[in-house]
Nanobody, 110 residues
Framework: VQLQASGGGLVQPGGSLRLSCAAS????????VGWYRQAPGKQRGFVAR???????NFADSVKGRFTISRDSANNTVYLQMNSLRIEDSAVYYC?????WGRGTLVTVSS
């Protein structure tokens, strides 16, 4: 069972990034997938989640700016991040079926 997160990078405030979480080895479209993030010196916190049925929920801090979606055919979940803020800088992790993927670093800086 593996989760591979990708898509992080350096972006200016107000910019956008799309993160991908590719699942394999038993994680499929029936599994809920969540995104979490951890900034230096802070605890890992919830960002967004999509259920197997497609329902979504978001942390208050990202509502209206981030969206989450899934491509069931490719077992991939996307986190579209718009209007990025400096405080969104963190390592982003995806999580599903008790498995954490390796993080991808997002840096928002001018």
């Amino acid at each position: 069972v593996q989760l591979q997160a990708s898509g992080g990078g350096l972006v200016q405030p107000g910019g956008s990034l799309r993160l991908s979480c590719a699942a394999s080895g038993g994680i499929n479209s029936f599994n809920a997938v969540g995104w979490y993030r951890q900034a230096p010196g802070k605890q890992r916190g919830f960002v967004a989640r999509i259920s197997g049925g497609g329902s979504t929920n978001f942390a208050d801090s990202v509502k209206g700016r981030f969206t989450i979606s899934r491509d069931s055919a490719n077992n991939t979940v996307y986190l579209q991040m718009n209007s990025l803020r400096i405080e969104d800088s963190a390592v982003y992790y995806c999580y599903s079926a008790w498995v954490w993927g390796r993080g991808t670093l997002v840096t928002v800086s001018s």
